[in-house]
């Protein structure tokens, strides 16, 4: 226990000696939640999650003997946390729209009974180590929930309990850790959110993230335990994006952390979930689904809290050898908290008022990305996608250069493409990915081997498309020459029949793939056999003219993820057309008869 002694906002200053720093306190007579990130001499330094409104100097400050941590165990999933681990439906239940401050809510239900299966491979008298899996419960319909030894213990499995239904705080294994001290374990354990989980190794990435949007998985691929980024100017579509995400990558758990974004934005998330269905399973998307929302009255150094919760539950899932995605909205917002506590703390402000350590944080956040070997022998993945909000969309400001640096894949959203209404509005110029060489053998080894070609193909298109426009602009489209014309043309087709993807149109909302591929192989196909036909001598306006550029543009709609072999016969239509075209011209330069 100790005293208060100042306030300034969400920090403050308190006589609480020996309290080391991390530790978690509770404030006044309120019961604020707070976090101890200073110290000096007998005084500490105190971060408050909850409006320090009405607090005085001389309350007392409580230290609650652990770092700020967070409950792991079954019951996580479909929930939505405030950002320190409170269930957002509940503190409403409480306390209705205005949520008050200092309530005391656990993370998990404690009363509720889950199904346990003991894992039949281990037996009393056995040695167990951290990350060793004691058992199972049926978390949601699709996940199953391993019951994993907390990282830190190991020791000769004393008991293990039989199958049966449990509730959290219930024993189901003791360990002698030794000294012949017993431990008892319960269905859930806590950790330190600002401490990584350990695992046995890293793992290299070797498989994409599959997100069923064409612009992100063909052009610039993020791995599985990859770390990516999504700048985005306000207004260009990055809500959408995220979602997208969310609902169609094929991880095993979404993790959705909204950091501080605007109210209205976090309440249409936290409406339009629990309505998308998982078009994996077909149930709701929320049973692998968990969200963490800070609410819009707790005090901007929460928003620094629940980036760590986000990532420490993806960990624990991870732990258990799944793959996880964490979609973070947004890094920018977490990135003004720590700018307003440097501020607070009278540290020296360095770029536009960020604090010298603004880098090293946002790196030692996505260093938690990764697929590794876990504890428990598993393979398991976290990936990282931090949305970045830069003011007035401009990518120099220190949070989006410095996260540029730190990711693989980089999704730069383009206020000029949202406002010609292209989307996904994710810029081709802009945007890259460090992967392709990985994505690639997994492309062919799945697909097909001519992926990273045809990638790389459209690209060079889609370049040479932008320095042709210039000249259009210049001087018109009479300087080009038909190639040129017929370049400009070959960009349309993979702008349109490829990139752009509407997230609203049933059939092409998602697409496999299998799909991609052949509609990438389409589009450059009629690229090719058009350019063919100029060398013989056709000219490009009857190319231009041809109806079938328009159904090629139109595939992506009209053919379902399940008819890729009928995508494959307009293929060969395709080709027909051509060569019937190429006959006409044959020989004389010019339409026979
Ligand atoms: N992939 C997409 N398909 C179809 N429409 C899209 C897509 N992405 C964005 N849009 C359109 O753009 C509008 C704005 O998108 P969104 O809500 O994601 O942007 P935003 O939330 O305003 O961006 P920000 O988060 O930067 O404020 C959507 O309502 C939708 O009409």
Redesign the pocket.
């Known amino acids: 226990m100790g005293k208060l002694l100042e306030v300034n906002g969400p920090l403050v200053r308190a006589r609480l000696p020996q309290v080391p720093n991390g530790e978690q306190v509770r404030i006044g007579t309120l019961g604020l939640v707070g976090e101890v990130i200073g110290r000096e001499g007998q005084e500490a330094l105190i971060q408050v999650y909850e409006g320090t409104e009405s607090v005085r100097p001389g309350e007392e400050v409580e230290a609650l003997g652990h770092p700020l941590s967070v409950e792991l165990g079954p019951g996580l999933l479909g929930q939505v946390f405030d950002g320190i681990q409170r269930p957002l439906g509940r503190l409403l239940e409480v306390s209705g729209d205005r949520i008050s401050r200092g309530i005391q809510i656990q993370g998990l239900e404690q009363a509720r009974v889950w199904r346990f299966q003991p894992n039949p491979q281990l037996a009393a008298g056995m040695t167990v180590t951290g990350g060793v899996c004691l058992g199972a419960v049926p978390e949601t319909p699709t996940i199953e929930h391993r019951i994993l030894v907390p990282p830190e213990l190991s020791g000769e499995l004393l008991e293990l309990a039989p199958a049966g239904e449990y509730r959290l705080s219930d024993v189901i294994a003791r360990l002698d850790t030794g000294d012949h001290r017993s431990q008892a374990l319960t269905l859930s354990h806590r950790w330190p959110v600002r401490n990584p989980r350990p695992y046995q190794q890293r793992e290299h990435g070797v498989a994409p993230l599959m997100t069923g ?1 064409r612009i992100l998985d063909t052009f610039f691929p993020l791995l599985k335990g990859g770390k990516a980024a999504v700048p ?10 995220q ?2 995400i969310a609902r169609w990558s094929n991880a095993d758990i979404v993790i959705y952390v909204g950091c501080g ?1 605007r109210g209205n ?1 976090l309440v ?1 998330v936290l409406d339009s979930f629990p309505e998308l269905t998982d078009p994996h399973t077909g149930r709701s998307l929320m049973e692998r689904t968990l969200l963490v929302a800070n609410t819009s009255n707790m005090p901007v150094v929460a928003r620094e809290a629940s980036l760590y919760v986000g990532v420490t539950l993806g960990e624990y899932y991870r732990d258990q050898g799944y793959d996880v995605v964490i979609v973070a ?1 947004s890094t920018s917002r977490w990135a003004e908290a720590l700018r307003e506590v440097a501020g607070r703390l009278g540290q020296m402000p360095v770029e536009e008022g960020y604090p010298a350590y603004l880098a090293s944080r946002l790196a030692a956040f996505y260093e938690r990305a990764g697929r590794v070997q876990t504890l428990g022998g598993n393979v398991g993945s976290v990936t990282l996608i931090g ?1 970045v ?1 830069p003011p007035g969309g401009d990518f120099s400001e220190p949070v989006t250069s410095h996260t540029k640096e730190i990711v693989r894949t980089f999704w730069a ?1 383009s206020k000029e493409l ?1 406002d010609a ?1 292209h ?3 994710v810029s081709w110029r802009e945007s890259f990915s460090d992967d392709i060489a990985v994505a690639a053998r997994w492309w062919a080894e799945q697909i097909d081997k001519h992926w990273q070609a045809g990638r790389a193909e459209a690209m060079t298109l889609l370049t040479q498309a932008e320095e042709l426009s210039r000249i259009v602009n210049l001087v018109g489209p009479e300087a080009l020459s038909g190639t040129q014309r017929w370049a400009l043309e070959g960009a349309m087709l993979i702008k349109e029949g490829l990139l752009q ?5 049933p059939v092409d909302s998602f697409c496999t793939p299998e799909k991609q591929f052949v509609l990438l192989d389409l589009m450059l196909q009629v690229y090719h056999r058009g350019v063919e036909l100029l060398e013989q001598g056709v000219p490009v306006q009857e190319l231009l003219g041809l109806p079938i550029l328009t159904r090629a543009k139109r595939c992506k709609s009209d053919y379902e993820n399940t008819r890729v072999e009928s995508l494959r016969d307009f293929a060969k239509e395709i080709k027909e057309v051509f060569s019937q075209l190429s006959e006409e011209y044959a020989g004389t330069g010019k339409p026979s008869g």
């Open positions: 949007q985005g100017p306000f207004g260009a579509g990055k809500t959408m994006v979602q997208q974004e934005e249409e909205d949305a909000s959203l949202a209404r989307y996904p509005a993807q509407s997230a609203l149109d």
